[in-house]
């Protein structure tokens, strides 16, 4: 029996590259091309699978442990959160309206990335890239779960979040983010990556993470607060990965660097379009405010990915174009966001509510150029007409345009007194756009973007009434008939001032102080 | 505008868990800055910031691997480059 | 550039006017009167007067600001697409030759909503 | 000692989602498992055909030729949602690190007998490779099949199995070195005995109903595999034979297997039940993929078992048969 000779201990490095790319092999019995069928149709190429650099080293038997670890705490503190009644602790009961958000909007991206994430690690040729794309899929699973279980507990006293699934599949506002979302799954494998793993993991993150998880924090909510910092840990691995996916796709062939731009091109600005939601949720949602969408947006955007995009020159990669008009429309969007959400809260499952003068003075601090001048008149305009007893009220659909589906109410870059409108004809029809870059995107791939479901025009199809509706019937009420197919709760309607959520979270809060 | 250097980061939850941590990751890196927010710490530096296992090791008296990092992790920003003794974030321009 | 896609990909436009079950599709915005956010959509027969688009689905969704009821409907101008439009208030939409998705805008001299101010 | 502890109760307004509510039968407190599954999946009004399947939307039923009335009809005995499935195998890890650590600080590795280290080597190695297909199998039904139901249980199996395949990678490294990991790999892609295993598992990547695949894959690679390898192979026959060593290193799949299997075969009750021409079809997937395994498997068992390799095989085959007609698959 020969001496036991001391094993070289591996390096962390050589021994994950045993235990993930060692597994693979070169298929014989079937061809590799109809083993991986959908890698190559985006035309980029790769021609060394080897020279990717894992992003990180986590075998399944630290994912399993750590992981576990995690979610103990995690659980414990959701538990906790739920048996002493934390949601009364909230700096203030409008701030639930985000949690309405985060379960609507956010919560279903998190599913549909955990099976996108499973469709590309299973069709990349190379088993490191799968390896680490599984692993997220699994992650992201994790994400949607952990924040349908922590909101939970929200949905049992307030309205608004208990057909969370079939308001993302059907509401108006909520086919802003889903369509997003199928846009990159619907695309290639690569160009999923590029859109999810990269623009909206790693450029968008912090713009999504900072508002909502630490406006929690400073609202008093400690469930989402927890549920926020152990999920973005799991983003810190994402990150990496969307990084390296990019660094590997641009060092693999010159020719791969027009198409990846195009796709950051693309996805940034599809990405920002989807953060108006959020940006609405900062400036006015949060009673205790974080700090601005104009400020984050410097932090989060300009400053980290000023490095980032610096450090991808070296690829000849740039900025993407569409910046220059995200930088005009940083001061307007959220209060252009907010005035329609505002007028069209009759049919939204969140409540929404005019700016109180000291929230608009906050807003004039932060928008020095643009609030006084353009939104104030409007919102004090309407407070009149509140205190008058004639509430200002949408009494029509809106327009939305036919790619980012958001309601058209985006200004003229430069010009914000007009309203901004592009037009494009395909096979002899007409589209409309919110602006010059969303018609880029639609002229790019237009066989795509005409099949989209636009809200209102569904709504006009007579597609949204319940089954076995006869719109001919006598005394039939649309409006009556797509509620009901939404399945609307008039309770988790319009304005938050006068609603169940406001008089049984004070009635609640009064419980937990008052003897009587 | 000259080339600003890139500067990385990495974000902790601010807890009795990473308390050594953040003190090894500031010791290992006297240009590193220490930002303190609601319940999380944020470490950036300009260029790169490094993590020693070594050093968290000698503080908490046990061996530390580098993959629990990730229990309390919250963000970072930057090229990250692993091995058993060392997590690195940089850019590389 | 059309689409890249793995096999042949094309599909029937989601909106065409025949989905619309005799209706067609008429957008109308307000210029300088942004308190309403958007322009707004309206499936809307094609023999019905110009006339009575503008009594009937616009008074009902513009008719709350206080500029609507001074409008003087003779010095209205109006574009189709982003290109001025002069529309026979008395002639049905389509005898205006307006089409399934025309986006039509609207500006009221001498009416610039609250305060002059554009909202 | 009576602790009269008094919290603020309030009345809930309802007690779970309202989705969740029409599966369990109104609104009632529900589970994790069932808020963390049920309807998670979009079932309609998707806006873009996929680039890379246009004749599919991305989640589709016609994806497979089985039918359900109702998806969620696929339900995980073993209740896992993400929490309780990454603790359930960090539990089983802890064992697993232990069992490694034991082996290698006692030295048993190098104490076990040329012979069944080399058996070991030959046998287990090589093994790495059809885990890895394994998991490549289970996330393609995790991607492409219908409902969080069955896709979330195959998205832990995709992940178990990837951690089935580096234990067995950590257990050469242990036995052997990083060469033995290659012979290992040569002998998965040329030598004879392995080849119908091979082909089979290719034929698997290929195969494009995901509820055909699942069958093949879960119900009948797996089936078989799992029970001769590490059941009867390694637990039984090595340990006899002084390898309880190896038995130690492959804890985990054994007990795996067995919980994995309880899984499977609920799902493949509950599509049999559904409907005659559901029965007929995975019935013929069975009968189809058992006769391309159980060839397959025969070099391996005659590999460890020599001359009780038939009897081995038919044993194994005889409990799987008996096994799926217990869901009613009578083959």
């Not at chain 1, 998190?110 to 299973?122: C, D, K």
């Not at chain 1, 410097?298 to 990669?317: S, V």
């Not at chain 1, 589209?431 to 989209?452: G, L, N, V």
């Not at chain 2, 990730?70 to 997590?87: K, Q």
Request: hydrophobic content about 40%; aromatic content about 12%; glycine content about 6%.
């Amino acid at each position: 029996m020969d001496l036991q000779v001391a094993k070289k201990k591996l390096g962390l490095k050589e021994r994950y590259a045993l235990m993930t790319r060692g597994l693979g092999w070169e298929t014989t019995y079937q061809k590799m091309d109809d083993v991986f069928p959908m890698d190559t149709f985006e035309g980029i190429k790769i021609h060394d699978w080897e020279a990717w650099e894992d992003p990180f080293r986590l075998t399944m038997d630290s994912y399993w442990k750590y992981q576990a670890e995690k979610e103990r705490k995690l659980y414990a503190i959701v538990d906790a959160f739920a048996q002493n009644n934390g949601h009364l602790t909230v700096s203030d009961a409008r701030y639930i309206n985000t949690v309405k958000l985060f379960i609507n909007a956010l919560a279903p991206l998190e599913y549909q990335s955990h099976r996108g994430f499973a469709h590309i690690g299973r069709q990349f040729r190379g088993v490191g890239p799968r390896v680490a794309c599984l692993m997220q899929s699994l992650d992201e699973l994790r994400h949607a779960q952990t924040q349908v279980h922590a909101i939970s507990n929200y949905n049992r006293y307030y309205n608004g979040m208990a057909e969370f699934r079939h308001h993302f599949d059907y509401m108006p506002y909520l086919q802003v983010p889903r369509s997003f979302f199928e846009d990159a799954t619907a695309a290639g494998p690569f160009e999923f990556i590029t859109a999810i793993g990269f623009s909206f993991e790693y450029v968008l993150t912090n713009l999504v993470f900072v508002p909502f998880i630490s406006g929690a924090a400073y609202n008093g909510d400690m469930g989402a607060m927890t549920f926020g910092f152990s999920a973005q840990s799991d983003e810190a691995r994402h990150m990496t990965l969307g990084l390296e996916v990019i660094k590997f796709m641009l060092e693999q062939d010159p020719g791969n660097v027009p198409i990846v731009q195009k796709w950051l091109n693309k996805w940034t600005w599809r990405g920002v379009r989807v953060l108006t939601l959020v940006a609405m949720m900062q400036d006015y949602m949060l009673p205790k405010r974080v700090m601005s969408w104009a400020e984050a947006w410097e932090i989060y955007f300009e400053e980290n990915c000023g490095a980032l995009f610096r450090d991808l020159e070296r690829y000849g990669i740039t900025m993407p174009p569409c910046v220059e008009q995200v930088r005009k429309e940083r001061d307007h969007l959220s209060h252009m966001a907010w005035s329609q959400f505002y007028q069209g809260r009759g049919t939204n499952d969140f409540h929404t509510w005019l700016p109180s003068a000291e929230e608009m003075d906050w807003l004039s601090a932060k928008y020095p150029e643009t609030f006084d001048q353009y939104y104030r008149p409007r919102f004090e305009y309407w407070a009149k007409l509140e205190a008058e007893g004639k509430p200002f009220e949408s009494a029509g659909m809106p327009m939305q345009c036919q790619l980012c589906q958001i309601p058209m109410f985006f200004t003229e870059p430069g010009e914000p007194l007009v309203l901004a409108q592009r037009h494009r004809h395909h096979d002899g029809e007409q589209y409309h756009f919110c602006s010059e870059y969303c018609a880029e995107i639609f002229d790019d791939e237009p066989e795509k973007y005409i099949q989209a479901k636009i809200p209102v025009h569904q709504i006009y199809q007579g597609k949204q009434f319940p089954e076995g509706t006869d719109p001919t019937a006598e005394g039939f009420d649309p409006a009556a008939a797509v509620g009901a197919f939404l399945r609307l709760d008039p309770a988790s309607t319009g304005n938050f001032v006068g609603s169940q959520d406001e008089a049984n979270f004070n009635m609640w809060r009064g419980l937990t102080r008052s003897n009587d | 505008m000259s080339r600003t250097e890139s500067s990385v980061f990495v974000a902790l939850q601010a807890n009795a868990d990473t308390r050594e941590l953040v003190e090894a990751i500031l010791a290992d890196n006297p240009h590193a800055v220490l930002h303190e927010d609601p319940a999380m710490v944020r470490i950036s530096a300009v260029g790169s910031l490094s993590v020693h296992a070594e050093s968290v090791s000698e503080r908490i008296g046990r061996d530390y691997d580098l993959q629990e990092m990730h229990i309390n992790l919250i963000s970072l920003s930057g090229h990250v480059d692993e091995t058993d003794e060392t997590f690195t974030l940089s850019w590389a321009n | 550039m059309p689409v890249n896609a793995i096999k042949p990909y094309n599909f029937p436009a989601e909106d065409t006017e025949a989905n619309f079950h005799g209706a067609r599709l008429v957008y109308v915005g307000w210029n300088r009167h942004l308190m309403f956010a958007t322009p707004y959509a309206w499936p809307l027969p094609p023999n019905m007067p110009f006339g009575a688009l503008t009594q009937g689905p616009m008074a009902g969704a513009f008719a709350q600001h206080p500029d609507w009821e001074k409008i003087d409907w003779s010095v209205v101008a109006w574009t189709k697409n982003g290109e001025p439009f002069t529309p026979d208030y008395e002639a049905s939409l389509a005898e205006n030759g307006i089409v399934h998705k025309d986006s039509l805008r609207f500006t009221t001299p001498g009416l610039d909503g609250i305060g002059g101010l554009g909202q | 000692m009576q602790m009269d502890l008094r919290t603020v109760a309030i009345t809930p307004k309802r007690q779970t989602f309202a989705h969740v509510a029409r599966r369990i039968g109104g609104d009632k407190p529900a589970s994790r498992y069932q808020e963390g599954t049920f309807d998670l999946q979009s079932t309609g009004n998707f806006h873009y055909k996929p680039l890379w399947d246009p004749e599919f939307d991305h989640f589709d039923p016609a994806r497979t030729a089985i039918h359900m009335n109702d998806w969620y009809a696929f339900r995980d005995p073993r209740q896992f949602y993400y929490g309780a499935y990454v603790i359930a195998r960090a539990k089983q890890q802890d064992v697993a690190e232990n069992a490694f650590d034991f082996v290698e600080t006692r030295g048993l590795a190098a104490a076990l007998p040329d012979d069944i280290r080399a058996l070991t080597l030959n046998l287990l190695l090589p093994l790495r490779h059809v885990a890895w297909g394994s998991s490549m199998n289970n996330a393609t039904i995790a991607a492409y099949g219908y409902g969080a139901g069955i896709t979330q249980p195959c998205t832990f199996a995709s992940m178990d199995q990837l951690g089935i395949a580096q234990f067995i990678t950590r257990a050469g490294l242990l036995l052997a070195d990083p060469a033995a990991l290659d012979v290992a790999k040569s002998a998965w892609l040329s030598d004879d005995c392995w080849q119908p295993l091979r082909r089979v598992v290719e034929d698997m990547f290929v195969t494009a109903d995901w509820f055909e695949l699942f069958v093949a894959q879960n119900v009948v690679l797996d089936g078989l595999l799992y029970p001769l390898i590490y059941r009867t192979i390694i637990d039984d026959d090595l340990t006899m034979r002084g390898g309880a060593a190896v038995a130690m290193l492959t804890q985990f799949q054994s007990e795996w297997s067995v919980e994995t299997a309880k899984w499977a075969d609920a799902q493949i009750k509950v599509a049999i039940a559904e409907s005659a021409s559901n029965a007929e079809l995975i019935k013929g997937w069975l009968a189809k993929w058992r006769d391309r395994v159980i060839p397959a498997l025969m070099p391996l068992a005659e590999l460890a078992l020599g001359a009780r390799a038939d009897g081995s095989i038919a044993e194994v085959a005889g409990q799987w048969a008996a096994r799926l007609a217990k869901q009613g698959a009578k083959l």
